[in-house]
């Protein structure tokens, strides 16, 4: 699979700097969204297939391949989200403290990630013993189950860390994470939690979510004011027409600042679409 976008020039000049590295990491962001919302899927089922864990091995690692591919000393080469992401980050912190040498160093992060590992297993399990699925495996933690994995982010201001875990009580599933960062002069800090089913009632099940941050000022365009605190809650419904199909409504809002898979502006957040059920 690929894909592909286009935008004018003179719109992206317009924009911050910041703003301006965001759109070089915009590809790799969203494979790692598709990758985050098909492990919640296969934590809450227990299981995965196959065929799963060849589509999270091209989404969870698009990041870590597209940046360990970089030649080191290719930094100039602006024909490459990764260079010019390199490039737009020490441009911004006034430095060239970040290379294409030290990023796939920090990206090395990725493949601490225990799904990483049972997605390549299914693959081989069901090319040599013919079965679909594997089981997923759990940290028991009294009456909590839970699945940490480590992440690197490619904010605009700079690498972060992020420790994240699935975890499940009785029937309640969810996910969190801590994410931060050392960079130039600034920290940046941030924590979230999920839930897409704290509520459910036959066909309709409720969700929500929230997150915190403290970082960088992202400023837009030519303005001169920004925020170095920010929050984002929504709330998601999701109504079972089918046995395998559906529709979910997602209402939420978020302050200015970066939040993988959310716009950077202060946005008032609509979303509604269709959900289909499968395995």
Same mark, same amino acid.
């Given at each position: 699979?690929?894909?592909?976008?286009?935008?004018?020039?003179?719109?992206?000049?317009?924009?911050?700097?910041?703003?301006?590295?965001?759109?070089?990491?915009?590809?790799?962001?969203?494979?790692?969204?598709?990758?985050?919302?098909?492990?919640?899927?296969?934590?809450?089922?227990?299981?995965?297939?196959?065929?799963?864990?060849?589509?999270?091995?091209?989404?969870?690692?698009?990041?870590?391949?597209?940046?360990?591919?970089?030649?080191?000393?290719?930094? @100039?080469?602006?024909?490459?989200?990764?260079?010019?992401?390199?490039?737009?980050?020490?441009?911004?912190?006034?430095?060239?403290?970040?290379?294409?040498?030290?990023?796939?160093?920090?990206?090395?992060?990725?493949?601490?990630?225990?799904?990483?590992?049972?997605?390549?297993?299914?693959?081989?399990?069901?090319?040599?013993?013919?079965?679909?699925?594997?089981?997923?495996?759990?940290?028991?933690?009294?009456?909590?189950?839970? @699945?940490?994995?480590?992440?690197?982010?490619?904010?605009?201001?700079?690498?972060?860390?992020?420790?994240?875990?699935?975890?499940?009580?009785?029937?309640?599933?969810?996910?969190?994470?801590?994410?931060?960062?050392?960079?130039?002069?600034?920290?940046?800090?941030?924590?979230?939690?999920?839930?897409?089913?704290?509520?459910?009632?036959?066909?309709?099940?409720?969700?929500?979510?929230?997150? @915190?941050?403290?970082?960088?000022?992202?400023?837009?365009?030519?303005?001169?004011?920004?925020?170095?605190?920010?929050?984002?809650?929504?709330?998601?419904?999701?109504?079972?027409?089918?046995?395998?199909?559906?529709?979910?409504?997602?209402?939420?809002?978020?302050?200015?600042?970066?939040?993988?898979?959310?716009?950077?502006?202060?946005?008032?957040?609509?979303? @509604?679409?269709?959900?289909?059920?499968?395995?």
């Amino acid at each position: 699979g690929g894909g592909s976008t286009s935008f004018l020039l003179s719109d992206f000049n317009q924009l911050s700097p910041l703003e301006q590295v965001a759109v070089s990491t915009a590809g790799m962001e969203a494979d790692e969204i598709l990758a985050h919302r098909l492990s919640k899927k296969i934590y809450k089922r227990g299981s995965l297939d196959y065929r799963e864990g060849i589509l999270y091995l091209m989404t969870q690692h698009d990041q870590t391949l597209y940046v360990r591919g970089v030649r080191d000393g290719d930094e @100039l080469n602006s024909g490459n989200d990764v260079t010019s992401y390199i490039s737009g980050v020490n441009a911004y912190q006034g430095s060239e403290e970040l290379t294409a040498k030290n990023l796939k160093k920090r990206a090395l992060i990725n493949y601490i990630d225990p799904l990483t590992y049972l997605s390549v297993w299914s693959w081989w399990n069901y090319a040599h013993g013919a079965e679909t699925s594997v089981d997923v495996p759990y940290l028991p933690i009294g009456d909590l189950k839970v @699945l940490p994995r480590l992440r690197m982010h490619l904010a605009p201001y700079g690498t972060e860390y992020a420790v994240q875990s699935f975890g499940s009580y009785y029937d309640l599933n969810g996910f969190a994470y801590l994410r931060f960062g050392n960079n130039g002069d600034s920290n940046s800090y941030a924590v979230g939690f999920e839930s897409d089913d704290f509520w459910s009632d036959g066909e309709l099940t409720l969700g929500g979510r929230m997150d @915190l941050w403290s970082q960088p000022p992202i400023k837009s365009g030519s303005a001169t004011e920004s925020t170095k605190f920010g929050v984002h809650a929504s709330v998601r419904g999701d109504y079972q027409l089918w046995e395998d199909f559906g529709l979910f409504a997602e209402l939420g809002a978020k302050t200015r600042g970066f939040l993988p898979g959310e716009p950077l502006g202060q946005e008032v957040i609509l979303r @509604l679409g269709v959900f289909a059920l499968s395995y």
